[in-house]
């Protein structure tokens, strides 16, 4: 697990799953709503791949993107790899983001 310095909890756990994005968002204190965030599952055929839940914000995936079933290498070249660039530099403290979900409001 990767730790990070957060100014309100000090060293903590990093969630590594959070885009670029929604940590910006966060970070300057939008009021989002649950409509704004979009999670991800992904799957290899029947079985779960990743046990890890992908958030992103809504406008940065199409909406009927909520599960990644990868198939064959084909599937992770189309579908993984270009979900994965919006990850590049993200990640936010796990406390906040559990405290963010916690106030997530309709």
Not at 68 to 90: A, H, S, T
Request: charged share 25%; hydrophobic share 35%.
């Amino acid at each position: 697990m990767s730790l990070i310095n957060c100014p309100i909890h000090g060293q903590v756990g990093l969630h590594p799953y959070i885009s670029k994005a929604l940590g910006h968002e966060l970070d300057i204190g939008s009021r989002l709503k649950v409509a704004d965030i979009h999670k991800v599952e992904i799957y290899d055929d029947d079985e779960q791949l990743s046990t890890n839940d992908y958030y992103l914000l809504s406008g940065e995936v199409s909406a009927d993107l909520a599960l990644i079933v990868i198939r064959n290498e084909k599937d992770e070249e189309n579908l993984l790899k270009p979900l994965m660039v919006n990850f590049k530099g993200g990640g936010y403290c796990v406390r906040c983001f559990r405290s963010f979900l916690s106030n997530l409001s309709e």
